[in-house]
């Protein structure tokens, strides 16, 4: 079992090297990534911050407009190129940047709802893609200093994924149907990935982890 200490001496020693780094976590829907994400970040205090992925969902409308909204979250739901050139300027440190965020209660992104100014030492960004080997993700190995990928026990995640969707006003039907759908055929498409990570982590000792 990894330890949470184990990793906030990882996350640690990239704010140690004195200039600006980016942690990217990745794994499946649900297992965990925000809130891993969240923990080290509110551990480390003003040296880190947190940039979540899910800020370039595409609107609603846009999905509607291009018949993609049964498949939200999917690879091409994103604004990737946009990612990628957020990821960079995070990387850069050299400017103030302000970052969308994804609302789950009105299932749109925010824009400019996140400041990173240049004296953070650590940028978190957490998603699904950060290892998937496609034009244009692939660009982001090279932009992160490491990744973490989450791999918890697959029973529990769906579980907490189908509760997820039920707090934001899913049926249990509905949620059920996405979490084993959708959401699923995500999971099964990074899952190969897994093994671009610097660290794999199969189980987690984090109370309320990835709720």
């Known amino acids: ?3 949470f200490d184990e990793l906030l001496d990882r996350a640690q020693t990239l704010v140690d090297t004195g200039r600006r780094t980016v942690l990217g976590i990745a794994g499946p829907p649900a297992s965990g990534k925000t809130s891993l994400a969240w923990r080290i970040a509110d551990a480390l205090g003003s040296h ?3 940039v979540g992925m899910d800020g370039f969902h595409l609107a609603q409308v846009e999905l509607a407009r291009l018949g993609r909204t049964d498949r939200k979250g999917a690879p091409d739901t994103f604004d990737a190129h946009g990612y990628v ?3 960079r300027r995070l990387s850069e440190g050299r400017e103030p940047v302000y970052a969308p965020e994804f609302r789950r209660e009105i299932e ?11 004296g953070v030492r650590l ?8 290892l998937l080997d496609s034009d244009p993700w692939d660009t982001l190995r ?7 990928y989450l791999q918890p026990d697959e029973d529990a995640r769906i579980a907490r994924l189908v509760t997820r969707h039920r707090r934001y006003g899913r049926s249990l039907v509905e949620a059920q149907q996405r979490a084993r759908g ?3 055929r995500n999971a099964d498409l990074i899952a190969p990935t897994a093994d671009r990570a610097d660290v794999l982590v199969r189980e987690m000792d984090l109370p309320h982890f990835a709720v």
């Open 142 to 148: 090279s932009l992160i200093d490491e990744v973490w």
């Open 123 to 130: 940028v978190i960004t957490e998603g699904n893609y950060l």
């Open 85 to 87: 050139h957020l990821v």
């Open 182 to 184: 959708s959401d699923q």
């Open 1 to 3: 079992m990894t330890s």
């Open 48 to 50: 880190a911050a947190v």
């Open 108 to 118: 749109e992104p925010i824009a400019g709802a996140v400041p990173v100014p240049p």
